[in-house]
């Protein structure tokens, strides 16, 4: 079976530009998550789907940044206009059921902003 | 919202040795508490978790203890292996939904 795969592993952009990330969680999986890393600090929660509906975008640090999950399979992160800032590791993780089972992490995308 | 701390944010041991990384909490509606293992250019990946209804799991060589009262809880890994130097990352949840994670321990296993 598949896990969570990500795509691209890696992304250099001016600032300005536009990034989209993707994200194939695991196949039945209801749960998708977006959390990000910033160099050397933790892994801070952005949001999480269930299905195709949001259900927590609270750690989304602001309107730049769009995630979507059409049809409640793949999903999506934009960011538009890309700020140095918005630097780091992009994670996905998706799990079954909510709460207290195990999540299952992508590899990230890595996104240097220029 | 729940904030966790980890320590050390480095922590080298001589291959054999034991390793013991240290977490605590805030929130005490927390009741899941996973650790993870992040190898270079990989995702984390869970190793072992523990729920608030239990003191202490082992599995092989890794083992985590949690203190409800003090909001504690601890992961130690015995007779440490070259392939165990990766981040570790602690984190809690209430079981809604989100994940809150430590800033991670740099493990060094020195041969």
């Known amino acids: 079976e598949a896990g969570v795969t990500q795509f691209p592993s890696h992304s250099v952009i001016e600032k300005g530009q536009t990034v989209t990330l993707r994200c194939d969680p695991i196949?039945?999986?209801?749960?998708l998550y977006w959390y990000r890393r910033v160099m050397g600090k933790e892994i801070k929660f952005l949001l999480h789907f269930v299905k195709e509906s949001k259900q927590d975008e609270s750690g989304m640090p602001n309107n730049r940044f769009l995630a979507e999950r059409t049809g409640g399979t793949y999903s999506t992160l934009k960011v538009q206009p890309a700020e140095l800032e918005d630097s780091g590791v992009y994670f996905c993780a998706s799990s079954q059921v909510i709460g207290g089972t195990e999540a299952f992490f992508g590899q990230g995308t890595r996104l240097t902003v220029v | 919202g729940e904030n966790v701390e980890q320590h050390p944010s480095t922590l080298s041991v001589q291959e054999g040795d034991s390793a013991v990384i240290k977490c605590t909490y805030s929130d005490s509606a927390s009741n899941y508490f996973p650790w993870y293992k992040q190898e270079l250019g990989k995702g984390p990946q869970l190793i072992i978790d523990?729920?608030?209804?239990?003191g202490e799991k082992k599995d092989q060589r890794i083992a985590v203890t949690l203190n409800k009262t003090a909001k504690h809880f601890s992961l130690h890994i015995t007779e440490t292996q070259p392939e165990d130097s990766a981040v570790y990352f602690c984190a809690a949840s209430s079981g809604d939904d989100k994940i809150i994670f430590g800033k991670g321990t740099r493990l060094h296993i020195l041969p």
């Open positions: 523990i729920r608030s209804n239990v």
């Open positions: 196949s039945g999986h209801d749960n």
